[in-house]
């Protein structure tokens, strides 16, 4: 499966200036967003702590409808980190949503449990990557990391 | 008592709270979030899961008074209430809950309350235990640390520009991916 295509709104999209540091490693130097879409309001708040001190601009809402909203109002997040678990809409649907939108951002999804056959459906839905819940400080920086690079 | 007394009898208590199995590896985790722009992170997010928590608990004693007993809506409550304590690192209360799952699964209504008494139990010592924790660690006051040597991120020096503010501690002097 190909994530290549981007949002087709531009409404928030901060501007992207990638430069060559002379090793052919590009550094992508921006402020990146991300949406946290979870119902649990300790996850939530521990995921926006730790994206807001690695210098991220974060927003939080509790069910995957709403994630699906902000985006289809003209919102645009470069990361989504999403629950599976959810009532109103599950992470599955919201993910399958928005991928169904054209939305190329990096979807990342947290389960409450490590079981891989669980974690492969979840990725069948379009995500980037899955991890378990809640995210670690090494979790965040690796899925930036990625971010970074893409 | 003095200052550097108090510091030791801190962690001495944080110490027992891992050995005695009552936190886990998450609780280091919420500590690794504390800083000067967070200085009592930990305390916030733990009050805030006491408190977000009691509804939980509400919910869940409700369900157990039903007859017949709802499996799913009780396996649900849990589902919910176990994440939370995972989040703040609660060991024996997740076990706990995770045993309560297990019982709601194979439909055994008395093992459910049983279970459910015990993780009332261990919910109410945690509580009181990181209360006291948190009430010393604030006379103690902040922890004077040497100064370390401003940290270098050897890979990409750019890529400080992004996490300019906040290093966690482990990365202070070697940046590994």
């Known amino acids: 499966m190909v994530f290549g295509a981007s949002s087709s709104s531009s409404k928030g999209m901060t501007s992207i200036d990638k430069r060559n540091d002379g090793n052919n490693n590009f550094v992508a130097e921006r402020n990146l967003s991300a949406l946290i879409v979870d119902d649990d309001l300790i996850v939530r708040r521990i995921h926006t702590t730790l994206l807001t001190k690695l210098g991220v601009k974060t927003q939080g809402v509790e069910n995957g409808k709403k994630a699906v909203d902000l985006f289809q109002s003209g919102d645009f997040f470069d990361l989504v980190i999403m629950d599976m678990e959810m009532p109103v809409m599950d992470g599955p649907e919201a993910t399958k949503q928005l991928r169904a939108m054209g939305i190329g951002s990096m979807i990342v999804g947290v389960t409450s449990r490590n079981l891989e056959s669980e974690k492969q459906a979840f990725m069948g839905a379009g995500l980037n990557d899955c991890y378990v819940k809640p995210l670690t400080v090494d979790d965040m920086i690796a899925i930036l990391n990625k971010l970074n690079n893409n | ?177």
Not at chain 2, 88 to 94: D, E, N, S, T
Not at chain 2, 106 to 114: P, Q, S, W
Not at chain 2, 120 to 137: P, R, V
Request: charged share 30%.
């Open chain 2, 1 to 177: 008592m003095d200052r550097n007394q108090v510091h030791r009898q801190v962690a001495l208590m944080r110490q027992s709270f891992f050995d005695q199995g009552f936190l886990d590896e998450q609780f280091i985790q919420l500590e690794e979030l504390q800083d000067e722009a967070n200085p009592n992170f930990v305390e916030e997010v733990v009050t805030l899961y006491y408190r977000d928590s009691t509804r939980l608990i509400l919910n869940i004693e409700q369900a157990l008074e039903k007859s017949p007993l709802d499996f799913n809506k009780l396996d649900c409550h849990m589902h919910q209430f176990k994440g939370s304590s995972s989040s703040i690192g609660a060991k024996k209360v997740k076990s706990e809950c995770t045993q309560f799952r297990e019982y709601c699964k194979a439909g055994n209504g008395e093992g459910c309350m049983r279970t459910f008494q015990q993780l009332k139990k261990e919910y109410a010592i945690l509580k009181k235990k990181l209360e006291t924790y948190f009430q010393m660690a604030r006379q103690a006051g902040p922890k004077e640390i040497a100064c370390r040597p401003k940290p270098k991120l050897d890979i990409c020096p750019d890529l400080e520009k992004n996490y300019v503010g906040w290093i966690p501690s482990r990365f202070r002097y070697t940046f590994s991916f």
